[in-house]
């Protein structure tokens, strides 16, 4: 059974820093595209950050270049979000998400490319 489990949340104060892991189920080595997504309440869940576990490209939303940063580590199956100069429009839950096809330029930050969906982890940034 393909399991996606995050962690890493917390509270934390306007321009800190948190990293959120994303650990795949070994089943789950397969995965080509794994990515970040968050909901804050009332809004839409938005693409965060995405990475092509082949070639390593990645990929961000405006809203978080510069300050958030998607790497992978393929021994211990899991992608990692850092996050830095948070801001409190970053409160969110943030939702690690896995497709079996590479990341596209133009479909990576869509909620419909990923078959697979991790339970979230809670990101809550205080000003």
């Known amino acids: 059974q393909v399991q996606l489990v995050e962690s890493g949340g917390g509270s934390v104060q306007a321009g800190g820093s948190l990293r959120l892991s994303c650990a795949a189920s070994a089943y789950s080595t397969s995965f080509n595209c794994m990515a970040w997504f968050r909901q804050a309440p009332g809004k839409e869940r938005e693409g965060v950050a995405a990475v092509y576990i082949g070639a390593g490209s990645t990929y961000y939303a405006d809203s978080v270049k510069g300050r958030f940063t998607i790497s992978q580590d393929k021994v211990k199956n899991t992608v990692y979000l850092q996050l830095n100069s948070l801001r409190p429009e970053d409160t969110a839950m943030y939702y690690c998400?896995?497709?079996?096809?590479?990341?596209?330029?133009?479909?990576?930050?869509?909620?419909?490319?990923?078959?697979?969906w991790g339970q979230g982890t809670q990101v809550t940034v205080s000003s």
């Open positions: 998400a896995a497709d079996r096809d590479r990341c596209y330029r133009g479909s990576w930050f869509r909620q419909g490319t990923f078959a697979y």
